[in-house]
């Protein structure tokens, strides 16, 4: 099989024509049919069902798209790595983020980022779906506590430290260890913050059971929920450390060490890295030399 005449079938069934593949890749309509008849010759089949005004997939060519195409893009952009060798980073770089570290942290960081490599235009899509990289077209996706995946390659770029928060006016419970304590909670749609609460206040082992008031869909309204008097959350200390909150009116009862919260910038393990996502993880990684997403206090 020709591995040219099929990235030119790929290219013109990504693009829905011959017309629409020539204007994208600037090649003749005409060298693009030929090379597409000539794919087909050689199977011994039709892969396009071609009329007057429209163009489409047969079966058969449907297969071999959906077979070939991620295969030919990974050919392709190893062609290009190599063709250009250390050349400095530059292109479009598609990046997935969280919606809680795209809404306080991305945009000082991609401003950062900006200043440092001028030819490479950051996409930043605040989503907190776990996306699929190599099929949506992403280079790199930022993840909290994301789970193995054969698939995907990485680092853990900064970690945070998950507490226990009261609004100011309501105390730590009194006990002994061992007690569980019902307290009025406000809680994640996710299921991340379900069961029993565990944290250590002044040497005591303390166990709560949140007690559902609201249910909110991310941590920026439940951090407010609190602060508002709605009733204890857990919310990461990174959250707490921005200089929009009221620390005065919150009570930091202490931390939860069995809810650790990792950061990852991950890229597919099934591309050749680029240069610009080289760059990137670099950056972002050297943005945290600590590994702490929270100013020390």
Same mark, same amino acid.
């Given at each position: ?87 400095? =980073? !530059?292109? &479009? #770089? $598609?990046? *997935? ?14 401003? /950062? ?96 059971? =949140? !007690?559902? &008031? #609201? $249910?909110? *869909? ?14 204890? /959350? ?64």
């Amino acid at each position: 099989m020709d591995l040219a005449a099929l990235a030119d079938f790929n290219l013109v069934a990504a693009q829905g024509g011959f017309g629409k593949a020539s204007r994208y890749s600037g090649r003749p309509k005409a060298t693009l049919s030929r090379r597409v008849m000539d794919l087909e010759d050689s199977l011994g089949v039709r892969l396009f069902e071609r009329g007057t005004r429209s163009l489409r997939l047969t079966e058969a060519g449907r297969a071999l798209y959906e077979r070939t195409h991620p295969l030919v893009a990974e050919i392709l952009e190893a062609g290009d790595l190599v063709a250009t060798g250390l050349s400095p =980073p !530059r292109g &479009r #770089l $598609r990046i *997935s983020a969280p919606v809680l570290f795209s809404h306080t942290l991305i945009g000082k960081l991609a401003a /950062g980022f900006a200043r440092a490599y001028h030819d490479v235009v950051l996409e930043i899509n605040a989503e907190d779906r776990n996306v699929e990289l190599v099929e949506e077209n992403y280079d790199v996706a930022i993840r909290v506590n994301p789970r193995p995946n054969e698939m995907l390659v990485g680092r853990c770029f900064a970690r945070d430290e998950m507490l226990v928060v009261a609004p100011a006016s309501m105390p730590v419970p009194e006990g002994q260890d061992g007690d569980v304590f019902d307290v009025p909670a406000v809680v994640l749609a996710s299921g991340f913050d379900s069961g029993h609460w565990n944290f250590t206040h002044e040497g005591r082992q303390i166990t709560l059971n =949140p !007690r559902e &008031r #609201l $249910r909110m *869909s991310s941590l920026i309204p439940v951090r407010d929920a609190v602060l508002a008097g709605a009733g204890v /959350g857990l919310l990461p200390r990174s959250l707490l450390s921005l200089p929009c909150v009221d620390k005065a009116a919150l009570n930091i009862w202490g931390p939860v060490p069995d809810r650790p919260i990792e950061l990852w910038v991950l890229h597919s393990s099934r591309r050749l890295s680029s240069s610009k996502v080289n760059a990137f993880v670099d950056y972002l990684s050297n943005a945290f030399p600590e590994r702490k997403l929270f100013a020390a206090e």
